[in-house]
């Protein structure tokens, strides 16, 4: 069960929000070799990461939302399709400045969200399938943990470049 109070909602907001800030300021700097770099066939580049942070950032707004509106709500899953997400919008081809800007603004509006979250919809759960449900509380939580996680896959892919003379994340 997740601590429900405003200050816990508060905290969450402003660590997305710094977490987000740090990452863009680095990420900005990056070359165009080290953006669109795959570091095995079949991974995502740094730009396609992004993306899917874009893609992570959108589906969780609905859920954000949604589940404030309503409990028990169901919305499919896109998790078994990230690859073909990333794919159809083209990510590789993306003006880099956009895409950063589109997640930057993306995440400060998922922050104000959660910070002005009704705390009475907490508890709300999205049924993700018959053998899975999620509350709201748990969901937002778990969105800082994902972006962080693919903050550390970037950084990954760019500490284990040799080309560019970066100094990654």
């Not at 409990?71 to 081809?93: E, F, H, K, M, R």
């Not at 993306?94 to 603004?105: F, K, V």
Request: hydrophobic share 40%.
């Amino acid at each position: 069960m997740v601590k429900n109070n405003t200050n816990t909602w508060h905290r969450l907001a402003s660590d997305i929000e710094v977490t987000v800030n740090e990452a863009c300021q680095r990420l900005r700097s990056l070359s165009n070799e080290i953006i669109v770099a795959r570091p095995n066939p079949g991974d995502w580049s740094v730009k396609e990461i992004i993306g899917h942070l874009v893609d992570s950032a959108s589906n969780n707004h609905q859920r954000f939302v949604r589940l404030q509106v309503a409990d028990g709500l169901i919305l499919p899953d896109y998790s078994q399709d990230n690859d073909t997400w990333v794919l159809i919008q083209g990510y590789q081809a993306a003006s880099w400045d956009d895409l950063l800007d589109l997640w930057r603004y993306f995440n400060l509006h998922l922050s104000h969200v959660i910070r002005t979250v009704n705390n009475e919809c907490i508890d709300h759960i999205w049924v993700v399938d018959e053998d899975t449900s999620i509350t709201l509380g748990e969901l937002m939580i778990d969105y800082l943990r994902h972006l962080n996680d693919h903050l550390q896959q970037i950084k990954k892919n760019i500490d284990g470049m040799t080309i560019g003379g970066t100094d990654g994340l």
